[in-house]
């Protein structure tokens, strides 16, 4: 089955810099990335994702970059700001496998330093 | 608000108890889901219901019992449960099963004493 890796478990940014997490996964049939924002005290909130057809998408602040042939993928903060701090999960599917074919990253803790 | 609403947020409960976590969604989507979540630990799908059907158990002890009596329902009985159990269970749902994009509520603590 898939495996996915995220590193840092925990990352600290100034406030004002940029803040990268990064994933990897196993299963080179994986096609869908999607990154979620977990906030405390409420549920993870899908925030950005990528499919393999493209190598980069981004939405204000936040993008998202694809490396298939390295399987690898990135999310990339600029301007962190104090609501940026939160746990962000990654996660790889397979085309078809829907929500219930996710495979999720322990997560990165990121801490915006004031 | 993500449209997801789970009830209770903490549950405390004896290992000899019986209770029932609650998620009700307002989205009009027709795919539902248990997950746990554990610290310093990925996601774990629980179950899944599609159209009020349970299509996916994933191996979950039987000690967790799920329900889903319509498409904007869905509730975890839980009972003679164990500490290890203790995590924050989160509901989901999706448009379909075959959408990836899940909106999730935001969980149920519980600590099994």
């Known amino acids: 089955g898939e495996n996915v890796e995220q590193h840092p478990s925990t990352l600290s940014v100034q406030e004002g810099d940029s803040a990268v997490i990064k994933c990897t996964y196993s299963d080179s049939a994986s096609n869908y990335f999607p990154w979620y924002k977990q906030e405390l005290g409420k549920g993870p909130q899908l925030i950005i994702d990528?499919?393999?057809?493209?190598g980069e998408k981004k939405d204000q602040r936040i993008a998202v970059t694809l490396n298939k042939t390295a399987k690898h993928f990135s999310l990339h903060i600029t301007e962190t700001q104090p609501e940026d701090s939160a746990v962000y999960f990654c996660?790889?599917?397979?085309?078809?496998?829907?929500?219930?074919?996710?495979?999720f990253g322990k997560g990165t803790h990121l801490i915006i330093q004031p | 608000e993500t449209g997801v609403t789970q009830t209770p947020r903490h549950l405390v409960m004896g290992m000899t108890n019986k209770k029932s976590l609650k998620c009700e969604q307002h989205?009009?989507?027709?795919?539902m889901y248990w997950y746990k979540q554990s610290a310093k630990k990925p996601l774990e799908l629980m179950f899944v219901y599609s159209l009020e059907e349970r299509v996916e158990n994933n191996s979950v002890p039987s000690r967790f019992s799920p329900e889903c009596p319509n498409s904007s329902h869905l509730f975890l009985h839980l009972h003679t449960l164990q500490p290890e159990d203790s995590a924050l269970y989160l509901c989901a749902s999706s448009p379909d099963r075959a959408n990836e994009k899940l909106f999730f509520g935001s969980g149920t603590q519980l600590s099994v004493l």
């Open positions: 990528i499919r393999s057809n493209v």
């Open positions: 989205l009009g989507h027709n795919a």
């Open positions: 996660a790889a599917s397979i085309a078809g496998g829907g929500a219930d074919g996710l495979t």
